[in-house]
């Protein structure tokens, strides 16, 4: 698909594009472009969803982890298109209010920074990150283990929905997946990591469980708390989030942690009745 041509036909249209952009720094420049990529990679994740369902999804509604595979494919082709700027939208978007074209660059340059200052933090709003929602057959397999979760929970004072979240995110809740990463089971544990937080079966369901909530509540008592750091030193490492002071500038980090508050925001709204906590 081409890009959206903007005809002038008056010099005066020019003129007011420069005055609109005068009404914005570079941070809320970087907003706004990131804001645009995101409604263009979400758009395109959309259609490639509607485009997956009437094929009955790219590796079949019964192969083991299909739907896993299938939703992190989804999301990287989006994210591929929309950084190739192969629809075009975030261009549009993002000339229709400030009058320029998008600075890659620069762009990048100054998120990267705003990540750094823990300038994205988990919001309230109503339409952050709660239109993920996991698959039917992921959360079928995860009922299963409702009740090893809740003792998880109360046992690390972790809330039981953080903890569906990340093994929706890590695993679609499949206890014999593993990853390139050798990372293995329901909460993809290391072997180091499973070592030290005393996992001898990493298949295990129960001991996965408790290995990767034990680990998950000391990342949050690390960080006072702060769902985002717990989270980003879960998937990239506590060294990487010291190493940048904050969520790591790595794109699987980023989506990981959107997708996990996401998944949590979805599971909260069904305990009570579709209100938002986060």
Same mark, same amino acid.
Request: glycine fraction near 6%.
């Given at each position: 698909?081409?890009?959206?041509?903007?005809?002038? +036909?008056?010099?005066?249209?020019? !003129?007011?594009?420069?005055?609109?952009?005068?009404?914005?720094?570079?941070?809320?420049?970087?907003?706004?472009?990131?804001?645009?990529?995101?409604?263009?990679?979400?758009? +395109? %994740?959309?259609?490639?969803?509607?485009?997956?369902?009437?094929?009955?999804?790219?590796?079949?509604?019964? %192969? +083991?982890?299909?739907?896993?595979?299938?939703?992190?494919?989804?999301?990287? &082709?989006?994210? &591929?298109?929309?950084?190739?700027?192969? #629809?075009? #939208?975030?261009? &549009?978007?993002?000339?229709?209010?400030?009058?320029?074209? $998008?600075?890659?660059?620069?762009?990048?340059?100054? #998120?990267?920074? #705003? $990540?750094?200052?823990?300038?994205?933090?988990?919001?309230?709003?109503? !339409?952050?990150?709660?239109?993920?929602?996991?698959?039917?057959?992921?959360? =079928?397999?995860?009922?299963?283990?409702?009740?090893?979760?809740? !003792?998880?929970?109360?046992?690390?004072?972790? =809330?039981?929905?953080? $903890?569906?979240?990340?093994?929706?995110?890590?695993?679609?809740?499949?206890?014999?997946?593993?990853?390139?990463?050798?990372?293995?089971?329901?909460?993809?544990?290391?072997?180091?990591?499973?070592?030290?937080?005393?996992?001898?079966?990493?298949?295990?369901?129960?001991?996965?469980?408790?290995?990767? +909530?034990?680990?998950?509540?000391?990342?949050?008592?690390?960080?006072?708390?702060?769902?985002?750091?717990?989270?980003?030193?879960?998937?990239?490492?506590?060294?990487?989030?010291?190493?940048?002071?904050?969520?790591?500038?790595?794109?699987?980090?980023?989506?990981? $942690?959107?997708?996990?508050?996401?998944?949590?925001?979805?599971?909260?709204?069904?305990?009570?009745?579709?209100?938002?906590?986060?």
């Amino acid at each position: 698909m081409s890009n959206v041509q903007l005809k002038v +036909t008056d010099s005066n249209h020019l !003129d007011q594009a420069q005055e609109i952009n005068s009404r914005y720094t570079d941070a809320q420049k970087t907003k706004i472009a990131k804001a645009a990529k995101e409604f263009e990679s979400l758009l +395109t %994740s959309m259609m490639l969803k509607s485009m997956d369902k009437t094929t009955d999804s790219m590796f079949g509604s019964e %192969s +083991t982890g299909g739907d896993y595979f299938g939703t992190i494919f989804e999301n990287q &082709m989006a994210s &591929m298109i929309s950084k190739n700027k192969s #629809l075009g #939208l975030a261009d &549009m978007l993002y000339k229709k209010i400030t009058g320029e074209d $998008i600075d890659p660059k620069s762009t990048d340059s100054e #998120l990267l920074q #705003l $990540i750094n200052n823990n300038k994205i933090e988990l919001k309230k709003s109503a !339409d952050d990150n709660n239109s993920i929602t996991p698959s039917t057959q992921a959360t =079928d397999r995860l009922s299963q283990y409702d009740n090893i979760i809740n !003792d998880a929970a109360n046992t690390y004072g972790v =809330d039981k929905n953080l $903890i569906k979240s990340v093994i929706l995110t890590e695993s679609a809740a499949n206890e014999k997946a593993v990853s390139s990463a050798k990372a293995k089971g329901l909460m993809q544990l290391v072997d180091s990591t499973a070592s030290d937080m005393g996992v001898n079966n990493v298949f295990n369901p129960k001991e996965n469980i408790f290995g990767g +909530t034990k680990y998950l509540s000391e990342m949050l008592r690390k960080y006072n708390g702060n769902v985002n750091l717990a989270l980003a030193s879960y998937n990239a490492g506590p060294e990487n989030v010291q190493k940048y002071g904050g969520v790591p500038p790595f794109e699987e980090t980023q989506n990981y $942690i959107k997708r996990v508050v996401g998944y949590f925001n979805h599971l909260n709204g069904e305990d009570y009745g579709n209100e938002r906590p986060l």
